[in-house]
């Protein structure tokens, strides 16, 4: 299967090791700076012959006519290329988030639909060991009535990493703290406790970080339509590193955490069946990744290229992206106006809140 990446940065290593890792034929790389592609062409030993170098995605599209492409560029600019992606008959996988609004989420979901390809959100935490066991519990029913489940992200990120790049922390290409390093651990809580959400109830604030647009700690309260409720608490101000990343999930038959850097340790599991042995399970489920994007991609990989094969959807498809971004909008605006966040929600976008926390 032809195969290119869109966006050659921080996280494409992972991209190109799970195309290998997975026997993707990978014909182009694309970046508006060749210093980029070039780089992974050398860290990978990449065939320079074989492998184009792109600065003109359109220009790409046209000429190695992939089947499937990675979007990683900054998060301001997934949209329009996801949709000249599909336009082109391109399956995507697109890095979190989707989109920074549900309208451009929505265009994306419904061009895929119309033009036949997958469209996969590159949410790569749900394929960890820790969480697909959880999510096995969960849907055979061993938690019993959920009651209620958090996610906390307490990271690090100082000057230098807005430095090197300069959309980061920009409402027009990124959002902040909830929007960029916290999306993976959103999009788990609501996807356990079952989708479905009445409200949410959030506060943000740019604490540390006065040189960028967005915020640096957002905390929220969801309720969800199933009776339960979240608690969610994100933030870059960790001193001196990141901390963790950890889920709690507690039912009344059930209670269970995913920690570690990012929900790759399981660290809790205790239900009422007695079914297995705790400290089995949690040595079993649990892996120490090199980093905190994990072992995730190549799994996805597995799923979207059995997806294209096999004409179904992506285990992480279009929707679940929508449905990530909807979360951290909503807190977004619930911060922003002061009040409870219904939903579904209408149209919402972070160039909403451009000058949120302008002095």
């Not at 000249?84 to 061009?111: H, M, Q, T, Y």
């Not at 009535?145 to 300069?166: F, K, M, P, Q, V």
């Amino acid at each position: 299967m032809r195969y290119a990446i869109i966006g050659c940065g921080r996280i494409s290593p992972n991209h190109v090791v799970a195309s290998q890792k997975t026997g993707l034929d990978l014909v182009a790389l694309c970046d508006l700076d060749l210093k980029n592609t070039e780089d992974k062409i050398k860290k990978f030993d990449l065939d320079a012959s074989y492998v184009k170098q792109y600065t003109d995605y359109k220009k790409m599209l046209e000429e190695m006519k992939p089947e499937l492409v990675a979007i990683a560029t900054e998060s301001g600019k997934h949209a329009q290329i996801a949709l000249d992606c599909i336009e082109a008959g391109c399956n995507v996988i697109i890095e979190k988030p989707i989109a920074l609004s549900l309208a451009d989420a929505d265009r994306i979901i419904e061009a895929g639909h119309k033009k036949g390809v997958k469209v996969c959100a590159c949410h790569q935490n749900r394929f960890n060991k820790s969480i697909q066991m959880i999510r096995e519990a969960l849907e055979k029913g061993r938690f019993g009535r959920l009651l209620y489940g958090t996610a906390h992200i307490r990271w690090a990120r100082d000057h230098e990493y807005y430095d090197r790049a300069s959309w980061r922390g920009t409402w027009e290409q990124d959002g902040g703290a909830l929007m960029n390093q916290c999306i993976h651990d959103i999009d788990l809580l609501r996807w356990m406790m079952g989708d479905d959400v009445v409200r949410v109830v959030g506060m943000t604030d740019r604490l540390k970080h006065d040189y960028i647009q967005a915020e640096d700690l957002g905390i929220a309260l969801v309720q969800f339509a199933n009776g339960s409720y979240g608690i969610i608490e994100g933030t870059t101000d960790v001193f001196p590193k990141n901390l963790e990343e950890t889920l709690y999930i507690f039912g009344d038959k059930g209670t269970v955490k995913a920690g570690g850097d990012a929900v790759n340790l399981l660290e809790e599991w205790n239900f009422s069946d007695y079914i297995d042995e705790p400290e089995q399970v949690k040595k079993e489920c649990s892996e120490l990744p090199p980093n905190v994007y994990g072992f995730g991609h190549t799994k996805l990989y597995r799923d979207v290229i059995d997806a294209i094969e096999n004409d179904r959807e992506p285990y992480v498809n279009g929707e679940a992206g929508r449905r990530a971004l909807e979360m951290v909008l909503a807190i977004y605006k619930s911060a922003a106006t002061g009040e409870s966040v219904e939903f579904p929600m209408k149209d919402c976008s972070t160039m909403d809140f451009v000058g949120r926390f302008d002095k």
